[in-house]
């Protein structure tokens, strides 16, 4: 970790008082109260067992620097240490009883975020984030291939290779935005997306140029750059008369639902946002599609964080599976799914991979206690770690998208060059 | 001698790493502060105060007593904390020290289906441990109001006491034996006898209840044998309406000496608890305004039994004046009961402005005859409390029975704190409310505390004046087996027990 003076103009201990002030009464809120309610379902929590890396520390790093106990400098590493899950806000008092009349609720991955965007703004960087940061500003997508022979092609010009023989236009007023993972790492997920919708009978095309959606970047306090990349994205939409975008990653689904409305707020009012899970699951309900080819698996659902802690999106995954006919669907109720998590979030396995792998493993756990021999998931984020530890168990970790592909009789196949994957 | 954590020397600190490496030694400030409070009321400006100086995180048996024995070497204070959330400041350093924090200590050893018991590290939560028994039809039923956070080494350190303990027993009678570090280092078993699985042992001295409660003065636990039962098929959870205190005061007697057996547990909330859950808390249901006590009842069991148990309360209640609300709060709340434990955000100041307040809750054991009389007495002080400082607010009280005779109650008056405007001026009037609130118990007949401990400012010094005798007991103890010093010291008044020793 390095430190310098800022580069946004502001003295650096003029921009910590702010944030001080800003997040004073909600630190507070949860520091006087004391409880840690959130402690057990925080993902990270439950491996590492470090206090200092929970959401009441988060909380309490703030009190502490109100009360000059604590520096930036001091507290900035530690909140690597969180998949911006939101477990915590949920599992919280403060939330559960008192939110909805007072407008409060706990706001930990806001805080997380505040944090770390506070810190890279006063040059406290994290070795891995800056480097990752670095290259996707560099390549326009994140370095999900590695850096390893330097001649990955993560780069515009093969950011639509996932889409080979399909035959998609661009543009249009509906379009299928991929991101960096699917489209260059599990490129089967796109495919049976993309697919689905041509089944279903869905127009749609693809980016001109599509860029990073500029999440992650603002998940690891990169602002100015997931600004950037948002501001392409949306010119980029306008220019070829977007209306709808479909998305298929749910951690595309908050920043486009989240962060554009924030970062753009009325130039934004009129583009339509879509999950892909929820367009099919609303399809099969109105017998646009039939899945009626068997699928004769045991298997239970992982809840995406961002689906069902941070959206409330646990139905249609559900709705999904139980149309699939031959299925063995072994359900974990989505509240005790609170507590899982694949550990690949908000930067966290660029950071800290292994910690990441010890969360995934302890997902498998879980999955593998109910004799099952596939773990679906509908987030591609989840299944590279997800699949690595459940290689270790014989479990496979399959994609939602792909799994409703097969039952529609759909042979999603391989891209040319897949070899890379 | 280099002061690079604290106070503690570099040989000590070289003798921790050895034994448990170097990711689970933290000697940064963020690690040390994150241990120094717990959610009692905390003095926030005098943080550093309360400081330990370097964190330890084992991972087993051997390292924590390896931890000890070190602390001995060298004769550095050790404060155990497990899950931190005690309300008696129990895991709150006084001397800085090392913290010995047993978080990592998680795992279920073993489940014996047959028997009918567990055993896992003294870091497991009570809620993570039913999740895993649910496959099996069985639960833990340890039931604190922190039952999602506590964990099961504090709930032994503290003698935890359960919501529902008129029906399967307090911690004390849930936890069969556990490993036990005492202040020397050794590593011993305490249970009824010698098994690890008996409940019931006449052999020697009845150990096991000496080394629960003590707050981590007599050493620490790391691993627990504990007693399951079948997951109740069937709950019923009442609650009734009374125009006034004395009525619901009178009624809960009433439904306890019914001696149902399937009764688990009834909280009698008074006249201001109501009131202020009517002005402020509104995840509350409204009622209308001639509610102005209630009591709730829990009864868990087999279907066949709870239900004639139910019918037999309902009649009780009803002839005791009591209005049922019906099934909807009764449901709601009853489940919200175990987790409201932070209630709302804020309380009032006297001019009725809203301010960010938190929960705090003073204890004490009660005889239900005294409840009235120590719960007008409590609001006395606590509305003295409030005429000098904004800082403070009444939020009423709280009696839960202890036992299914309802002979005691675990009886509470909830203050909420406005901790930002803390300063040394309204700490000293909290300490002073705090010690008064123990004093009118111990005048009363009861006990400082029912479940939380009393070593806190205040209430502390009034320890010898109720247990007598027993405090000159405590105080021999302390000297034989921590002749050193080293376990939590300047908890409980004990560095008295060294007095001799200084002269």
Redesign the interface.
Known sequence: MSSHASGNGREPGAATDEFVQEW??AA??C???????C??VCPVMQVE????WTP??FH??V??ME?G??TLE??AA?YVNCTQCGACEL?C??T???G???R?RTRTVDLVKAVRGLAVDQGIHQPGYHRWNLLTDERRHEPVLGEADGGVPVDQAHVADWAAGLDLPTGGETILFVDCEAAFHRTSVPRAVAQILQHAGVPFGLMREQWCCGGPAAEMGYADQARRFARHNLDDWRATGVKRVIVLDPHDYITFTEDYPTLFGAEYDDIEIVLAIELFAGLIREGKLTPDVPVERAITYHDPCRLNKRKGIWREPREILRAIPGLDFRDVDRV?QWSYCSGAGAGLSVEKPELTAKISERRIEHAA?LEIDALVSACPWSERPLAEAGAARQIDVVDLHELLAESLGIDVGAPAGEAHA | MSLVAGGIDDRALEALAHVLGPDHL?T????R???A???AP?P??R??DHTPDAVV?PGSTEEVAEVVRIANRFGIPVVPRS???GLTDGAVPLRHGILL?L??L?RIHELDLENRTCTVGA?M?M??LN?RLA?HGLIYPDDPA?Y??SLVGGRIGTSGWSLIGSRYGHTRDLVLSFVHVLPSGEVVRFGDGGGPKVSKSSTGYTLKPLFMGHQGTLGVATEATLKLYPKPEAELSPFWAFEDYDSAHRAVRELVRADCATFAGAVLFDEAKVRYLRRD???YIPQPESVRALVCAVLYGNEDEVRPGGRRLMRIARENGARYLGDEISQGDWA?RH????????GRTKAGQVV????HCEDAAINWPALPAVTGKWHEIVGELRRKSDVFDDWGVFAYTSARTGVDYLTEIDVG?W??ELDDAAWALWVEAKRDIAAVAVAHGGSISACHGACREGEVDLVPDELGGGYEVMRTLKRALDPNNVMNPGKYGLDGAFEEDLK
């Open positions: 004073r009464n507070y809120n520091y006087s109260s004391g409880h840690k309610f402690r057990e067992r470090n206090e200092s009441t520390a309490a790093n009190v502490a009360q106990e604590l001091e507290v530690d599992r008092p403060n559960l009883f008192t909805d009349f007072y409060f005790t206690e | 933290l940064s400030r963020p690690a502060l994150h241990r409070r717990v959610p905390f926030v400006h943080w550093a995180l899950g931190g959330t924090d978080k990592r998680d870091g939560n809620l993570k999740e496959a922190s999602p956070c808390d509104e995840a919200a987790d409201r434990y932070a209630t709302p955000l804020h960010p307040m938190s929960w704190i901790e930002q």
